[in-house]
């Protein structure tokens, strides 16, 4: 028997999740006791290493505030064809400090966000969005 491995469509969803937990400045442990299960079993669903049932997704919505559609994104409809280079935002969102950088920045004066994209640029040899 070979082991199921994660899907494009299970790895977005734990992505989605993530991005909800940390924007709520939830740890895995606090989400997990909402549930009412181990934050072990949330760090797997955030890795899409378990499938999410239907009925767990709907509590896990409520628990975050977002409609189950959410956790689907881009890939409901036409834009589920994206190319796999595209830019995935929910991916970049899940790097660490990434919620906090971006609170931060949209409280910055315009001079100070464009300081602050130059040094970026800087350091990364140019990488634009």
């Known amino acids: 028997m070979t082991k199921r491995r994660p899907t494009k ?5 734990g ?6 937990r940390l924007e709520l ?3 895995q442990e606090q989400l997990a006791e909402k549930l009412g299960m181990s934050y072990q079993q949330v760090q ?10 239907a009925s767990r997704l709907f509590e896990l919505a409520g628990h975050l505030g977002k409609d189950v559609s959410f956790f689907y994104g881009c890939m ?12 995935d935002t929910t991916k970049l969102m899940s790097v660490p400090g990434a919620i906090g950088l971006l609170q931060n ?7 100070t966000k ?8 800087a350091a990364t040899g140019g990488i634009t969005s």
């Not at 469509?9 to 969803?13: A, E, L, Q």
């Not at 920045?105 to 001079?111: D, G, K, R, T």
């Open 114 to 121: 464009r300081a602050i994209l130059n040094i970026a640029s």
């Open 105 to 111: 920045y949209a409280v910055m004066p315009s001079e």
């Open 9 to 13: 469509v299970d790895s977005h969803i």
């Open 76 to 87: 409901i409809g036409e834009q589920a064809q994206a190319p796999d280079s595209a830019v």
């Open 25 to 27: 400045g939830l740890s």
């Open 44 to 53: 797997k669903y955030e890795a899409g290493h378990n499938r999410i049932s």
């Open 15 to 20: 992505a989605r999740i993530r991005l909800c």
